[in-house]
């Protein structure tokens, strides 16, 4: 039952009730004809509205002020109608306050109300609404104890953060940050995300949990490339007001999870652990590496079944990711049939340079990542490929990748 629901049941309990005791002269009202219907909607409205902050108000104490500072305020009322010699007896609408108080801590000591509580204290504003009351209505607090789920982890990072603490006033610099968490976060949770880390340094959601998502992945590469987006829409804002840029960079992974709510009494929440969530970290710290916005962990690119995006292949990793030792990593581009011809030739150029690269075949491998270019359209990943190329064939030593030995 939502508190909507339970708000509107108590209120009209409440104004039933008083009602009654009206019509049966226990609680007094004044009779005259013209105030009558005024006071019947007096008392309503005190009904519905006092037996909204009851069920809302988490805080017993804060319940009982508001409360009271509404018959005060009944109270306060009648006394000024009486000096212009009218009537207003404040019986009815106090009545009716104290009624929808008694109803409303009544309703907090079901268990209901202390499954919403416990909600509230893991969950907080790190969720949607309509995922929240999902949660309290499927009673998922027992899943909360430690269970296994399959979910989707997106990690955004700032990539140039060290740039912009030297360039800014601490002042500025967290104007800035701030700017740019309350805009993300609040589009992440939007579109069905739990916000689970959310810091000066990095923030991260998961899809998928607590509320299931069979979709998991295509969201979260849905919500990466409008979320991108909507950071260059704010770079124009951070470049008027601090002549400053965010550089933010994406990484996602999917997989088996451990879902619970972790913590003590001082600090507790709900999160989730596995190898997944800490590849994604990993994938998006890599794309200061690689150059690209959008890094997705194959198992992430499967899920979504290879139609939904537009992906391209950057790297066969050798990891240790706790379900494989071979890993190929993608770059997520745009959503399906959103790269332009040119952008599809580029991608086709990269990928046959890349094969080459693999096999060892620098020379050609150098040819097809120059045909990659786009003139007036800066590739980071083409322009790191061509930089590990041109080492390779000076007898240099080719760059490591950021997670463990090549394959």
Request: aromatic content about 8%; some cysteine; overall charge neutral.
């Amino acid at each position: 039952m939502k508190n909507t629901i339970v708000t509107l049941v108590i209120g009209a309990a409440v104004s039933i009730a008083v009602w009654v005791l009206v019509m049966s002269k226990v609680v007094p009202i004044d009779s005259v004809f013209a105030l009558f219907p005024i006071q019947i909607a007096i008392f309503t409205a005190c009904a519905f509205f006092f037996s909204w902050t009851t069920v809302e108000i988490p805080r017993v104490g804060l319940k009982i002020a508001v409360a009271l500072a509404g018959v005060a305020l009944v109270l306060t009322c009648s006394w000024i109608v009486s000096l212009y010699e009218a009537a207003f007896l404040p019986c009815a609408a106090s009545s009716a306050i104290l009624l929808s108080l008694a109803l409303g801590l009544l309703y907090g000591l079901t268990a209901h109300a202390r499954r919403r509580r416990r909600m509230e204290a893991l969950l907080g504003q790190r969720i949607a609404k309509k995922d929240f009351e999902r949660v309290v209505e499927e009673d998922m607090l027992n899943n909360f104890r430690g269970t296994r789920v399959e979910a989707s982890v997106l990690v955004c990072e700032v990539h140039n953060q060290r740039e912009l603490l030297a360039a800014m006033s601490p002042e500025d610099h967290s104007a800035m940050v701030n700017l740019y968490l309350q805009t993300t976060s609040d589009y992440l949770v939007s579109v069905g995300a739990y916000l689970d880390e959310c810091t000066g340094e990095e923030l991260r959601v998961v899809f998928g949990a607590p509320v299931p998502a069979l979709d998991h992945a295509t969201r979260a590469c849905r919500a990466a490339l409008e979320l991108l987006k909507r950071v260059d829409e704010l770079n124009r804002e951070c470049d008027a007001r601090w002549q400053q840029r965010l550089d933010v960079r994406v990484g996602i992974d999917s997989g088996d999870l451990v879902a619970a709510a972790y913590g003590g009494r001082r600090l507790a929440g709900f999160s989730v652990t596995g190898a997944a969530a800490g590849f994604a970290r990993r994938l998006c710290t890599a794309c200061g590496t690689y150059g690209s916005r959008v890094l997705a962990g194959p198992d992430t690119v499967a899920q979504t079944g290879g139609e939904a995006f537009e992906v391209r292949s950057v790297e066969v990793l050798a990891v240790e990711t706790g379900r494989n030792r071979r890993v190929e990593i993608f770059e997520v581009l745009a959503p399906k049939g959103g790269l332009s011809e040119e952008r599809e030739r580029s991608r086709e150029h990269f990928w046959r340079g890349v094969l080459f690269y693999r096999e060892g075949s620098f020379k050609k491998a150098l040819e097809e990542f120059q045909q990659a270019r786009i003139t007036g359209l800066p590739d980071a990943t083409v322009e790191f490929y061509l930089h590990r190329v041109d080492r390779a064939m000076q007898g240099g030593n080719v760059e490591r990748n950021p997670f463990s030995k090549e394959v």
